[in-house]
T-cell receptor, first 113, second 111 residues
Framework: NAGVTQTPKFRVLKTGQSMTLLCAQD?????MYWYRQDPGMGLRLIHY???????AKGEVPDGYNVSRLKKQNFLLGLESAAPSQTSVYFC????????????FGSGTRLTVV | DAKTTQPTSMDCAEGRAANLPCNHS???????VYWYRQIHSQGPQYIIH???NNETNEMASLIITEDRKSSTLILPHATLRDTAVYYC????????????FGTGTRLQVFP
């Protein structure tokens, strides 16, 4: 089925470790986004991309890096994980016109101990 | 983007209409009203959006007041599977900038 796929679904990291979250979409969408959601809160935008090779900062970009080398993939990297980065991470994509809103992935639950 | 205000929680009996209100008194003329929902811990799901006319799709109806300062999402026949957090968001259409999620309304549908 068409949509947004996130890998991995779960991960436990030790403080200081690094990892990369992968987001892949097969809808030929121009725009892609990374959000985080902490317990009892709404989603907050980390970084986003409006096209291949472009990235931009969102509301809470510190401690994260992103890359969009291919149109269908958007990678989120944590260089040195901290307990404050324990969260559920959601990737989303949308077409240029945004007529049908964003399509979200099912999330990655990350715990940093 | 304009800010929205929603009730923290609402209840609705199964089979009845669920009416979820949203205030957006500072909305600008070129801002649309979007509704998303998040079931349990899944990714948010787009429901509907509109500018000033009422809109309807297979999931819901959106009623926007004439002054556009408030709107109501209507789920005509709520089911247990509609239990979720519903987010009302206003933003400029085709805008590449952030989609700002508030804390939303937690809708509980009971048997």
């Amino acid at each position: 089925n068409a949509g947004v796929t996130q890998t991995p679904k779960f991960r436990v990291l030790k403080t200081g470790q690094s990892m990369t979250l992968l987001c892949a979409q097969d809808m030929n969408h121009e725009y892609m986004y990374w959000y985080r959601q902490d317990p009892g809160m709404g989603l907050r935008l980390i970084h986003y991309s409006v096209g291949e090779g472009t990235t931009a900062k969102g509301e809470v970009p510190d401690g994260y890096n992103v890359s969009r080398l291919k149109k269908q993939n958007f990678l989120l990297g944590l260089e040195s994980a901290a307990p404050s980065q324990t969260s559920v991470y959601f990737c989303a994509s949308s077409d240029r016109r945004g007529n049908y809103g964003y399509t979200f992935g099912s999330g990655t639950r990350l715990t940093v101990v | 983007d304009a800010k929205t205000t929603q009730p923290t929680s609402m209840d609705c009996a199964e089979g009845r209409a669920a009416n979820l209100p949203c205030n957006h008194s500072t909305i600008s003329g070129n801002e649309y009203v979007y509704w998303y929902r998040q079931i349990h811990s899944q990714g948010p799901q787009y429901i509907i959006h509109g500018l000033k006319n009422n809109e309807t799709n297979e999931m819901a109806s959106l009623i926007i007041t004439e002054d556009r300062k408030s709107s109501t999402l209507i789920l005509p026949h709520a089911t247990l599977r509609d239990t979720a957090v519903y987010y009302c968001i206003v933003r400029v259409a085709y805008n590449t900038d952030k989609l700002i999620f508030g804390t939303g309304t937690r809708l509980q549908v009971f048997p």
